[in-house]
């Protein structure tokens, strides 16, 4: 089953400009985690912010959790070329964090030159 | 660090046919994943393993489906007997701990059933 909901399913921005990528998850979780995933290729562990955590940052990414609304973002600033990829929030749920990760359908990014 | 290694990248078998994908985890990992990913369903989790034990296969579709974790660097996922509906790419990912901690992932394995 799906737990967490990336919004948009697609973006397309010009390089250099920042791109903002949304989840919504449903159970009380651990952590969130976000991935990348370039295609034909196997996904990227990006960043892991916990839930009592309200802001990461790990070079151009940053990432905001607010658990009273479930929700996330990811932001890269400054984007590249190399940026253009598919980006996936995945939750751990509480209760052990033995469940493995859920993942959502993902965020298509595309960087246009 | 070689990351997660998956055998093969590419497979295409006849309906009927047992299919058989591998995977070496990371070196001290003790955790142990297989993902399906398909564009309908995204990624599901299929099994998962902890110190080569299996915890939860609760995402394993059907009877068909087994897999196994002899020792800490090697686990198996076959289909038997697979179905075109099979068709998808299936990943496997190890972690350094049991929960709390980014998985690394293998490059995948693209299953074809015809």
């Known amino acids: 089953s799906q737990q967490g909901e990336e919004d948009p399913q697609a973006l397309s921005i010009q390089e250099g400009e920042n791109a903002t990528m949304n989840c919504s998850y449903k159970t009380s979780i651990n952590n969130l985690q976000w991935y990348r995933q370039n295609s034909g290729r196997g996904l990227v562990h990006l960043i892991l912010i916990r839930s009592n955590e309200r802001e990461k940052h790990s070079g151009r990414l940053r990432v905001t959790l607010d658990t009273s609304k479930k929700s996330s973002s990811l932001l890269i600033t400054a984007s590249r070329a190399a940026d253009t990829a598919s980006y996936f929030c995945a939750t751990e749920d509480s209760g052990g964090g033995a469940d493995g990760l859920t993942f959502g359908k993902g965020t298509h990014l595309i960087i246009q030159p | 660090d070689a990351g997660v290694i998956q055998s093969p990248r590419h497979e295409v078998t006849e309906m009927g046919q047992e299919v058989t994908l591998r995977c070496k985890p990371i070196?001290?990992?003790?955790?142990l994943f297989w993902y399906r990913q398909t564009m309908m369903r995204g990624l599901e989790l299929l099994i998962y393993?902890?110190?080569?034990?299996?915890?939860?296969d609760s995402g394993m579709p059907e009877d068909r489906f087994s897999a196994k974790m002899p020792n800490a660097s090697f686990s198996t996922l076959k289909i038997q007997p697979s179905e075109p509906r099979d068709s998808a790419v299936y990943f496997c990912a190890s972690s350094s701990r049991t929960g709390g901690y980014g998985y690394t992932f293998g490059s995948g394995t693209r299953l074809t059933v015809v």
């Open positions: 070196s001290g990992h003790n955790s």
């Open positions: 393993f902890n110190n080569n034990v299996p915890i939860d």
